[in-house]
Antibody
Framework: EVQLLESGGGLVQPGGSLRLSCAAS????????VSWVRQAPGKRLEWVSS????????YYADPVKGRFAISRDNSKKTVYLQMNSLRADDTAVYYC?????????????WGLGTMVTVSS | SYELTQPASVSVSQGQTASITCSGD??????VCWYQQKPGQSPMLVIY???KRPSGIPERFSGSNSGNTAALTISETQAMDEASYYC?????????FGGGTKLTVL
């Protein structure tokens, strides 16, 4: 079964940058899309960005457009989220999540999450 | 943008049936899925495509979706079902989550 593990979170000052990584196990990495979903403390889940299996399609939520960039390296089985111009309201646990392969309409595998804190 | 509305909290006595709703404009025309999230844990998919259960999810969990409302039903609710539940759909390559419902098992 596929497993996902996020890394790269931490404390960063407003205006700073951070790159998150999502490493996957399993042989089918290039066959499924991956998304980043965040959750501010005590708040709802919020979709951030998605990337297709071959990286040909990338999508972003309005609050992060122009500041965040999603990418993937299928040879390393890793998805990245480059976060620039970070703001206090970007503070959250960031999860990577795998879309169902057969029909990409739900996230069937989630990582453990990595905490990002934006504060001076 | 598209809004999904859930009640903030639902309470149910152990062994009884709990129902959590998720409302959105013409939601019945979209697929809805549901996630369970316990404190300090990652979300877990419990229902996809309105009413299908992933492998390993008990039959006690069921879903429906019609008109403007989707619902997650948990029959014979157990203490272990106490968690927050989120509905989710997608439209035009954008993913939408409901605000979440805290299920308390009395």
């Amino acid at each position: 079964e596929v497993q996902l593990l996020e890394s790269g979170g931490g404390l960063v000052q407003p205006g700073g940058s951070l790159r998150l990584s999502c490493a996957a196990s399993g042989p089918t990495f290039s066959t499924f899309a991956v998304s980043w979903v965040r959750q501010a403390p005590g708040k709802r889940l919020e979709w951030v960005s998605s990337i297709s299996g071959n990286a040909g399609s990338r999508y972003y939520a309005d609050p992060v457009k122009g500041r965040f960039a999603i990418s993937r390296d299928n040879s390393k089985k890793t998805v990245y989220l480059q976060m620039n111009s970070l703001r206090a309201d970007d503070t959250a646990v960031y999860y990577c999540a795998k879309w169902r392969i057969s029909t990409p309409d739900a996230f069937d595998i989630w990582g453990l999450g990595t905490m990002v804190t934006v504060s001076s | 943008s598209y809004e999904l509305t859930q009640p903030a909290s639902v309470s149910v006595s152990q062994g009884q049936t709990a129902s959590i709703t998720c409302s959105g404009d013409k939601l019945g025309n979209k697929y809805v899925c549901w996630y369970q999230q316990k404190p300090g844990q990652s979300p877990m998919l419990v229902i996809y495509q309105d009413n299908k259960r992933p492998s390993g999810i008990p039959e006690r969990f069921s879903g429906s979706n019609s008109g403007n409302t989707a619902a997650l039903t948990i029959s014979e609710t157990q203490a272990m079902d106490e968690a927050s539940y989120y509905c989710q759909t997608w439209d035009s390559d954008t993913v939408f989550f409901g605000g979440g419902t805290k299920l308390t098992v009395l």
